[in-house]
């Protein structure tokens, strides 16, 4: 099982990047994690408005894609276009064989 750490960067504009935002206008960011290519996802935990790091751990060996989105505090809350990322969690190598022995010469 394997940790994978995605680092995040919470930007602070608005749609189109014209309009500055603030830190306190982004309640939190929301992630999900797919093991099939997209087909199905799976909500991970929301993550404060300072997160630095998506931190999933327990992964079994495959490929995975990852998105986030950021939502803001107006009512209701408009939430932003998704982010997306992939990745591959390698198996590791299995155990060596065992040495060869030759047969022993008795003197």
Do not use: C, H
Request: glycine share 4%.
């Amino acid at each position: 099982m394997s940790r994978v750490t995605i680092p995040v960067t919470v930007t602070l504009t608005r749609n189109g990047g014209k309009v500055p935002a603030t830190l306190a206008e982004v309640a939190k960011v929301v992630s999900q994690m797919s093991a099939d290519n997209g087909a199905n996802w799976t909500s991970l935990p929301d993550q404060p408005n300072t997160v630095t790091d998506i931190v999933v751990d327990s992964l079994d060996p495959g490929s995975y894609l990852v998105r986030a989105a950021e939502v803001d505090t107006q009512t209701p809350p408009l939430t932003s276009a998704w982010a997306q990322a992939s990745f591959t969690v390698v198996a590791p190598l299995p155990a060596l064989d065992p040495p060869v022995l030759g047969s022993p010469t008795v003197s």
